[in-house]
């Protein structure tokens, strides 16, 4: 069975950081495209940035672009979402999610799997 489990969020001041982590049981992230997708109340679900197999190939949303890192560990089979100069407007649920065959890292129904999510929230 597939899980993946999000941690990381948390209350935090506008200008600060945050690290998302995404640890996957059941599959292995490296035989996987990874990302993250945020949702904040009344809105859709937005992409936010993925991973491909090949760890040097990531992508981001031009909202989080110079601001947010993802990254891959395969020994720990987990992904991360470093978040830097936070805004109140990154506030949203984060979700993980992994898809075996990924065209557009954009668009959340090409992803098989997602976890709970984690709530961050930046005040200004």
């Known amino acids: 069975q597939v899980q993946l489990v999000e941690s990381g969020g948390e209350l935090v001041q506008a200008g600060g950081t945050l690290r998302l982590s995404c640890v996957g049981s059941?599959?292995?992230?490296?035989?996987?495209?990874t990302g993250w997708f945020r949702q904040a109340p009344g809105k859709d679900r937005e992409f936010v940035s993925a991973?491909?197999?090949?760890?040097?190939?990531?992508f981001h949303a031009d909202a989080v672009k110079g601001r947010f890192t993802i990254s891959r560990d395969n020994a720990k089979n987990a992904v991360y979402l470093q978040m830097n100069s936070l805004k109140p407007e990154d506030t949203a649920v984060y979700y993980c999610?992994?898809?075996?065959?990924?065209?557009?890292?954009?668009?959340?129904?090409?992803?098989?799997?997602w976890g709970q999510g984690t709530q961050v929230t930046v005040s200004s």
């Open positions: 059941g599959l292995t992230f490296s035989n996987y495209v």
């Open positions: 991973i491909s197999w090949s760890p040097s190939n990531t």
């Open positions: 999610a992994a898809g075996r065959f990924v065209l557009k890292v954009e668009v959340d129904s090409e992803y098989n799997y």
